[in-house]
């Protein structure tokens, strides 16, 4: 496999979690609650995308294999909370 391959592997592999980060931070204002410190947008969609990168390479790392929808649905779990904790949503 040449690098061009290996690329477009490595980017097909991250391309759910750069989506479910990048939709949930677009979509913090219109479901977290308003108060509290927050942080800036490209804060919370690092934080998104690298909790989102870890439950995908464990779900590879676990079946074998990519692809399971049980990673995906880890993988929404677990950004959902990251921005959960992140937005300080448990104090509102």
């Not at 989506?19 to 942080?39: F, K």
């Not at 439950?55 to 995906?72: E, H, I, N, Q």
């Amino acid at each position: 496999m040449g690098p061009i391959d290996s690329l477009n592997h490595l980017l097909s592999f991250a391309a759910p979690a750069f989506a479910v980060a990048l939709l949930v931070t677009l979509a913090r204002p219109l479901i977290l609650p308003v108060g509290g410190q927050r942080l800036g947008w490209w804060s919370s969609f690092a934080l998104n995308f690298a909790a989102g990168l870890l439950v995908l390479a464990a779900g590879l790392w676990y079946f074998g294999r990519d692809g399971k929808m049980a990673t995906y649905a880890a993988l929404v779990v677990a950004v959902a909370t990251v921005q959960w904790l992140s937005g300080r949503a448990w104090r509102a």
